[in-house]
């Protein structure tokens, strides 16, 4: 007798065991709780095996066989997901979805712009995106959550490929009122005795302070903020200086106070954009046309994303 079950069913199988609960599977599958439970109940049935163990108002565990069931089920998922990939080869076709993940302080600046570009070429293209910081973005990957990360190659592991765009040097934020913002470019050993706002997330703090280690200083930190746009803000009303690799497309904050951008000189630790996937994994018609595509919309934006101040 045929199995009755879904790859629908399998995903929110998946999707409830990896996040302990339906209200978050829900969330990540963009489907409704009620679908969700009711494809859980249906595989029990059709199974014949308790997949789950329910807590009142504490979401739910995997039972001994239910552990074993999902790393079956990915293996399922990602075989079925291979045939999509083949298929779009051999037709000559990109289509299909894509989950691409994007670097949290930059993807109000790249990652609409780019899916927007990209779908409007490949019309048959489906994109998902999440935004994280860098060791996030590392375990989704990992997890054959996203298939791509738009993000720098800041501290990359070996078990990950990244393919650059380009080049990003560091840039100074400054208020229009700071002692430093008439000047052309700024050295690290001019920065030191001035406050500085921190944009304090993993692996970006070691980077922007390293600047100061390497020469031998101590950055003054007067303020630290885990959000871009808090950063630029403060920056801008004069709690102190920032260091970044992207600048907006105009020199004003986000509560419309203006503000500068100049070059850090006397420095090698340039970061490069670029594409991040897991290696080994082999790479699809719809892969290959969005790295492509990245690349060329990259270079085409870079006056008005990357431009110099």
């Not at 595989?43 to 095996?49: A, D, H």
């Not at 105009?250 to 490069?272: E, H, K, Q, Y």
Request: proline share 6%; glycine share 8%; aromatic share 8%.
């Amino acid at each position: 007798m045929p199995l009755r079950y879904t790859l629908r069913q399998l995903e929110y199988f998946v999707a409830v065991g990896e996040t302990g609960s339906i209200a978050a599977a829900s969330q990540r599958v963009n489907v409704s709780s009620p679908s969700i439970s009711a494809g859980i109940s249906q595989l029990e049935q059709e199974l014949g095996l308790r997949l789950f163990v329910r807590h009142h108002a504490q979401g739910l565990s995997p039972t001994p066989a239910g552990l074993k069931i999902i790393a079956e089920a990915r293996e399922v998922l990602q075989k079925a997901a291979g045939l999509r990939d083949l298929a779009g080869d051999l037709s000559g076709f990109v289509r299909g979805p894509l989950a691409v993940g994007c670097l949290s302080t930059f993807a109000q600046v790249l990652l609409p712009g780019l899916r927007r570009g990209f779908v409007e070429t490949y019309s048959e293209v489906r994109i998902s995106q999440t935004e994280a910081d860098q060791p996030e973005l590392f375990s989704l990957l990992r997890q054959a959550r996203i298939d791509l990360a738009l993000t720098y190659d800041l501290s990359l592991p070996r078990d990950l490929v990244f393919d650059s765009l380009i080049e990003m040097p560091p840039l100074v934020a400054l208020a229009e009122h700071h002692p430093l913002a008439a000047k052309s470019e700024v050295t690290v050993d001019e920065l030191a005795p001035h406050p500085m706002v921190l944009l304090d997330l993993p692996l970006s703090t070691d980077y922007f302070l390293s600047f100061f280690t390497r020469a031998g200083l101590h950055a003054n930190v007067a303020e630290r903020t885990r959000d871009m746009a808090v950063m630029r803000s403060l920056v801008a009303n004069g709690f102190g200086y920032s260091i970044v690799n992207m600048r907006p497309n105009r020199n004003v904050a986000p509560d419309g106070t203006p503000m500068r951008f100049i070059p850090l000189t006397g420095t090698d630790s340039v970061l490069r954009l670029g594409l991040l996937s897991t290696r080994g994994v082999k790479s699809t018609r719809l892969h290959g046309a969005f790295v492509q595509f990245a690349r060329n919309w990259v270079k085409g934006q870079s006056a008005r994303v990357f431009g110099s101040p």
